[in-house]
């Protein structure tokens, strides 16, 4: 008998994208879900990844302050 054990989506947590740490200190102390959701606004108006993540994370080492 060839059975798989559940071993979960490995894709699922290893996503790149800002960490769920970074999303709740967002610069705009918006909720978790409520950053979600702007975000999910965003990507459905054509934003790109790389915008996100400026626009959403704090503290990223690229970004001139």
């Not at 894709?11 to 950053?35: D, F």
């Amino acid at each position: 008998m060839n059975t798989r054990t559940p071993t979960g989506n490995p894709g699922a947590t290893t996503a790149p994208g800002p960490s769920r740490n970074a999303l709740l200190n967002n610069p705009y102390s918006l909720s978790l879900r409520e950053i979600r959701a702007e975000i999910r606004r965003c990507a459905a108006n054509g934003w790109q990844l790389w915008e996100i993540r400026l626009r959403f994370t704090p503290n990223r080492e690229d970004r001139s302050t």
